[in-house]
């Protein structure tokens, strides 16, 4: 009963003022961010190295800078890992807290680094003094926007790395993690640093740039080059070993009193004009009479040699 008053009276002396500070100090001195993969609030703020970058300046804008100082203090007490519950959809990296609403601003032109998927890498989370508690990282999810502000949607569901209590070495926990092997180009890693000695939870963005894992580099292969094979020269025309040209044939005198062949051609002919030109049933009746004309016409001029033959000779015997 005596201890409150006479601490009222210290504190009206002002004799507790440096305890009061000290005690303030060792709360607000649980703070931390990732400094390499460098996170927006640990590269933008006052001892980060792109403070000078576009997006950076922007975002201090956003809150009049009220958060230039304290880069490291994304923090949300209570939280208890629900995290999806309490933290809104684009406001993942300030953790919905209005003084940092502007490291949540959907920019292409964060300050990034460069890592190569599938790899394993050094995480150096930078915090003032050690304190229990878990990490947990994600990553975006191919085809993420970074022109539009995070959502729990772009994050993969499950982190891909989950580690308690690692290593506190000069002034920041540092832990392997093996990047995801199949993403690639502009991603974040989403970072949760969850207490357990304190009732807080810390939230960060690392803007990343991924590049191809060494394994796909190296198991790749050139398409296969298919190369034409020449054209096979056309033979000469007559040349063929299949087809060879038949002989043609000559035709020769019909004997006495046959037709001969060209007037078999031309009685073909013939047949040929009456079967376009006359009905059918009349064709057996002009063919035999053509005939016929045929034939006294190479009796009779037969008949004519023979007779000048005769008078021929009939001079002469005279």
């Known amino acids: 009963m005596l201890v409150r008053p006479r601490l009222a009276h210290l504190v009206a002396a002002g004799i507790t003022a440096p305890l009061l500070t000290i005690a303030v100090a060792t709360a607000a001195a649980a703070h931390g961010a990732p400094t390499d993969p460098v996170s927006r609030s640990a590269a933008c ?35 208890n890992g629900r ?13 919905g807290i209005a003084n940092f ?11 990034t680094t460069q890592v190569q998927a599938g790899k394993t890498v050094t995480v150096s989370y930078r915090a003032t003094i050690p304190h229990q508690g878990s990490f947990r990282m994600y990553v975006t999810k191919s085809g ?51 207490n357990s000695s304190t009732a807080d939870t810390y939230y960060s963005c690392s803007d990343v740039i991924f590049t191809a894992s060494a394994k796909v580099s190296a198991t790749s292969k050139p398409a296969a080059v298919v190369k034409a094979k020449p054209a096979k020269s056309a033979k000469p025309a007559g040349k063929s070993s299949t087809s060879k040209p038949k002989p043609s044939v000559t035709a020769k005198a019909s004997p006495s009193g046959t037709p001969s062949a060209t007037a ?18 009349t064709n057996s009746y002009l063919l035999p009479a053509i005939a016929g004309a045929g034939l006294l016409a190479l009796a009779g001029g037969g008949g004519m040699v023979a007779a000048r033959r005769g008078r021929r000779t009939g001079r002469r015997r005279h």
Request: charged content about 20%; some cysteine; overall charge neutral.
């Open 83 to 95: 995290d999806r519950e309490t933290i809104p959809d684009g406001k993942l990296c300030s953790g």
């Open 101 to 111: 609403g502007g490291l949540d601003l959907g920019r292409s032109d964060w300050p």
């Open 264 to 281: 078999a051609v031309s009685l073909g002919a013939a047949e040929k004009l009456s079967n376009q030109t006359v009905a059918s049933s």
């Open 144 to 194: 993420y926007d970074p022109k539009q502000p995070l959502r729990w949607a772009d994050l993969e569901a499950k982190p891909f790395l989950t580690v308690k209590d690692p290593a506190f070495v000069s002034g920041s926990y540092t832990f392997k993690a093996t990047l995801p092997s199949d993403t690639v180009g502009r991603q974040v890693l989403y970072t949760i640093w969850q």
């Open 45 to 79: 703020g006052s001892q980060g190295r792109f403070t000078q970058n576009a997006a950076c300046r922007a975002a201090r804008a956003g809150a009049g800078g009220a958060w230039f100082e304290q880069w490291d203090n994304v923090r949300v007490a209570n939280v």
